[in-house]
């Protein structure tokens, strides 16, 4: 099992920046490639980036390139969004998302490919 806790959310203004963090428990993040999805309220949870078990590739959705950046650091468990030039619209309930891989270099973009999920983290961008 896998434990994912992030952290990070808040209130910002348009325009602003926030990085969110997520920390994994266990001994095989380096196994798992990880994605961040959000949701807003009234609507489907949906794919916002990711990055493969190696780091060596991400995949955005088209919103938020440009703007959001996703990392992750092995050593430390943990995967990062940075968010930049923040709008109202981005708005919703950010969560985390792991899945076991043995392919280094995949990313994945749909919620049913995933295997283990965070409780959230609100991010508000007033206008």
């Known amino acids: 099992q896998v434990e994912l806790v992030e952290s990070g959310g808040g209130l910002v203004q348009d325009g602003g920046s926030l990085r969110l963090s997520c920390a994994a428990s266990?001994?095989?993040?380096?196994?798992?490639?990880m994605g961040w999805f959000r949701q807003a309220p009234g609507k489907e949870r949906e794919f916002v980036a990711a990055v493969s078990r190696d780091g060596s590739r991400t995949r955005y959705v088209d919103s938020v390139k440009g703007r959001f950046s996703i990392s992750r650091d092995n050593a430390k468990n943990t995967v990062y969004l940075q968010m930049n030039s923040l709008k109202p619209e981005d708005t919703a309930v950010y969560y985390c998302a792991a899945k076991d891989t043995t392919y280094g270099t995949v990313c994945y973009t749909r919620r049913n490919e995933y295997n283990y999920w965070g409780q959230g983290t609100q991010v508000t961008v007033s206008s």
């Open positions: 266990g001994r095989t993040f380096s196994s798992k490639a």
